[in-house]
């Protein structure tokens, strides 16, 4: 029987552990920066990107050794989209995750710089990662810099900020978080069955799995905005409504919402049937993104 | 005769051709984000690291176009930087070539994922070209993701914001610039060096040219906000002394600066000797660095 708490606890362990040994410390010069980046790192994460990495890996009969540093590249470039999206010119966040935004703690400038930084420390380490043949040698940077660049996060980022003012229609809420969310985590299912030796028609089922998953967390994380605790997920509750953010929940509304997660979901489980290893842990982190909660 | 002015013209327009034909316009989705990313790139600069890129392989004999886009990969990185740098929570510049700076024109959320984008983009351009053997397939991303990272280019930013308030050292003076500016035009001609076949001795003579003639571009910059004048420069004249910025001048003065650069520059000059390629080019642009007017 697969337990996924048991599961969860061990590959973040894993990744926090490779995390650990692979982030310069303190030590190097300059202290501060590097103390900077490994706050935000550190600041305790799910680490949903870099364990689907290693799931993606291990779902197509590869190694999650291969997937290992590809892995926490994700995570770190992950780490700069949060420290930059809680800045005081975009969303203006003071906590996350219970502890003070990376702004707050190290001001605005050094916050900056250390997301700068964490996104050049990305694609340091996935250069030094070689995609197995017939991909190409490149194929890592490639996949991430597609996914995180000005058609991918980004693009979610500006068009979210916009929405703030702009019109707000389902349209635009889908753009968002195909990009802003979606995108990446789509990535992370790529590079890690590419590591694995993904066929092509593997990886067209990763992408789906990745995308689906990417779309129905957000709708997730909306639903928890207006259902959730404060307490439990570590940032004020009920905050998207007070700013008038457009969400899944102000687009469709509560019910509308979690059926179309639901649904997402089961399209992204049944994308796993293509695979010779171990499903179970991609089975069960795809329903633990919709009841999860925080 | 080798005339540098018709060579620098020439040059500038083969990489902005380049950099118009690879930068995403307007039409692509978020057009403001893509406005302000092009903004940013066509504002006039010098071209500097990227036509050092395209010279070093031609020193080396190799083929220009093999380092055409690496070469603009480095300038939309260098922009990057500089729209970072001019932010209100760092240098706090409204104008740059006599324009206003990206925050200014397209407010600063905007700027932000501006610089974001490009750095990104870089990556992605560096991420496509594969080094030539017996250098690795992603050596391009190392060199680049190395000088521009936490120990590279943004050590030296964090360590310049230091020094506004804590001690002013020749020592800290040094390291700000080494990795501030020298790092990255270090690249330049490494990146450009390897893409045209370089030998490992060869490599270290790029590399030597790079530091110096980055630490001598540095100094003339101090030495023309020194003396220069705002209508040449497109930016205020004198703004460092009315910053009480650590700069050479301030150091050592300006009559000990210009031997400094100078110095520099003739032992950059002298490590060209191993080059079979023509050389012409970077003696010139060398003894241009400290002697330009803006």
């Known amino acids: ?14 990744i926090e552990n490779a995390l650990d040994r692979h982030l310069p410390t303190e030590e190097t010069r300059p202290g501060v920066l590097h103390a900077a980046m490994r706050y935000s790192v550190f600041s305790g994460g ?5 364990i689907l990495c290693l799931a ?3 779902a197509v009969k590869g190694r999650e050794e291969d997937a290992l540093l590809p892995a926490i590249a994700l995570e770190v470039l ?3 989209t ?9 969303d203006d966040d003071a906590v ?5 935004t990376t702004h707050i703690q190290f001001g605005e400038a050094t916050a900056i710089l250390a997301g700068d930084a964490l996104l050049t420390l990305a694609f340091e380490w996935l250069g030094q990662c070689r995609a197995p043949a017939p991909y190409l040698p490149g194929q890592y940077v490639h996949e991430v810099a597609e ?32 990009h802003k969310t979606a995108a990446l985590i789509r990535a992370a299912m790529r590079v890690g069955a590419i590591a694995g030796g993904a066929s092509a028609e593997q990886l067209d089922a990763v992408s789906v799995y990745g995308c689906n998953i990417g779309i129905a967390f957000q709708i997730a994380d909306d639903l928890l905005d207006e259902t ?67």
């Open 1 to 14: 029987m697969f337990e996924l708490s048991t599961y969860l606890k061990e590959k973040r362990r894993m």
């Open 46 to 50: 799910k680490r949903l990107r870099p």
């Open 56 to 58: 993606a890996a291990d």
């Open 78 to 80: 992950h780490t700069y």
């Open 82 to 90: 949060l420290v930059h999206d809680d800045l005081p010119s975009m």
């Open 96 to 100: 996350r995750r219970g502890q003070p």
């Open 147 to 178: 996914a995180a660049g000005s058609r991918g996060v980004i693009a979610g980022q500006i068009e979210d900020l916009a929405a703030e003012t702009g019109d707000t229609t389902p349209e635009r809420l889908d753009f968002i978080h195909l």
């Open 228 to 294: 959730g605790t404060t307490e439990r997920m570590g940032k004020p509750a009920g905050s998207d409504r007070k700013n008038k953010k457009l969400t899944y929940v102000s687009c469709y509304g509560l019910e509308q919402s979690r059926k179309r997660a639901e649904t997402l979901v089961d399209e992204a489980i049944a994308a796993l049937s293509l695979f010779k290893g171990p499903t179970a842990p991609l089975e069960a982190i795809a329903r633990y993104v919709i009841d999860r909660d925080h």
